[in-house]
């Protein structure tokens, strides 16, 4: 885990995978935990986990309003 989590919304990133998003939610799971691969008996929870925090990525980024980042409102406005 020797590298960051990377910025996944517009401007700073274009085409954003689901497994860009993915590969985020099991890094900041992993860093959380303090374990890289979870033992047997802890493997069903760990998954959840990226599972939920990987939907509420996309949430977050499907939701987010970016201003002044050159994108055009269907009222015209930036």
Not at 47 to 68: F, K, M, S, W, Y
């Amino acid at each position: 885990m020797c590298r960051s989590i990377k910025t996944l919304r517009p401007p700073a990133t274009t085409d954003v995978s689901d497994e860009d998003i993915r590969a985020a939610a099991l890094q900041y799971v992993r860093k959380v935990s303090g374990f890289r691969a979870p033992a047997a008996h802890n493997r069903a929870v760990f998954e959840e986990a990226v599972a939920a925090v990987t939907a509420a990525t996309q949430h977050l980024l499907d939701h987010l309003e970016v201003r002044g980042a050159g994108q055009t409102r269907s009222n015209g406005s930036a």
